[in-house]
């Protein structure tokens, strides 16, 4: 895997997982408590032993930047590296990223000096965990051009993701990116020749791009630099290609997720609570996720009630009660609270006590959760102050809201307090 490099592309605004995405680039989103998005295909490549990393962004790329220099720091006696590219404007180029393919061909220069044979190229915003030395070997045993990662999808989603249909020896043969109508109905194929049994078949009729590619090193060199109209690997790179290249599918056969909505992150954290087995673990010694280490202390709890909750390190808890819940690093809940189905994402740094007994002195609010306050399918976006006797519950069962003056925003009927909010003792949401 020495002549492999792996470019993780890391979205453009954000906008489906915006208000997360207000103040931080869609890989550094906080995930499951401590890590971050960044961290899964981080870390999928340093368990497939690749250690070539280009991160490619171009919004909000501060604290990615700061996140990954913290995190990954690999031996001065390795070429190993885990680098941010954010878009820059140049001479030849004065535009910002135009899309998946124009933000690769924006820095080709740079990816062309490395002696490697294939490059990998993933998403900054999925949850899954793959071994891509398999992939790899699979696009090198089929001497394929381009490899795609796929994975056999129902009815309901299918719309959703580029689909294909392939022949008996894998070869893609034709490719839609998002059909819908009869386009959709089009892309049916039997999905046993993937190994699906005839009953997986029939729920899964189609085969779904995941979005994630082997390309041989000239061939995407050639690729991007003869159709410079060409902006997008789904939309465009892919489908032109299908014709005139060896375009494999690799069956991927394990958890996957696409956490790109409001909606999907949601529900993929609070998964990730579900005893015994949960869809995703982050308790696998083989292929451990990586993170940035912060030495904290301990999570204190104080006369608690918890069930099938995830709490992360240098947690206070003061009985309170705690149900089907995420809570992140620095999380301070006061006494009676009740947080149901929710992820709180914690805090960056404690606040001194004699700092939060000035605040309450001063009718400010602390950072945390305030006492007899109630939170139910939210998400407390980091340093939020919320206080007393507040009520986070969507009591008028709105669907989608934009309040950013009043520190929250509602998306899917899911509460999203933003980052830094401050809301007031009393508080009814």
Known sequence: MKRVLSIILGGGAGTRLYPLTKMRAKPAVPLAGKYRLIDIPV??????EIFKIYVLTQFNSASLNRHLSRAYNFSGFSDGFVEVLAAQQTTDNPNWFQGTADAVRQYLWLFEEWDVEEFVILSGDHLYRMDYRQFVQRHRETKADITLSVLPIDERRASDFGLMKIDDNGRVVSFSEKPKGEALTSMRVDTTKLGLTAEQAKESPYIASMGIYVFKKDVLIKLLKEAP?????GKEIIPSSAKDYNVQAFLFGDYWEDIGTIEAFYEANLALTKQPHPPFSFYEEDAPIYTRARYLPPTKLLDCQVTESIIGEGCILKECRIDNSVLGVRT????????????????????????????YTDNKVPMGIGANTTIRRAIIDKNACIGNN?????????????????????????VVVLKNAVIRDNTVI
């Open 390 to 414: 507040v009520q986070i519950i969507n009591k008028d069962r709105v669907q989608e809201a934009e309040r950013e003056k009043d520190g929250f925003y509602i998306r899917s009927g899911i």
């Open 332 to 359: 301070r809940i006061d006494s009676g609270c009740f947080i149901d189905s929710s992820l709180l994402m914690g805090s960056d740094f404690y606040q001194p006590f004699a700092e939060r007994q000035s605040m």
């Open 43 to 48: 870390s999928n490549c340093i368990n497939s």
């Open 229 to 233: 109209e060409q902006t997008d690997f």
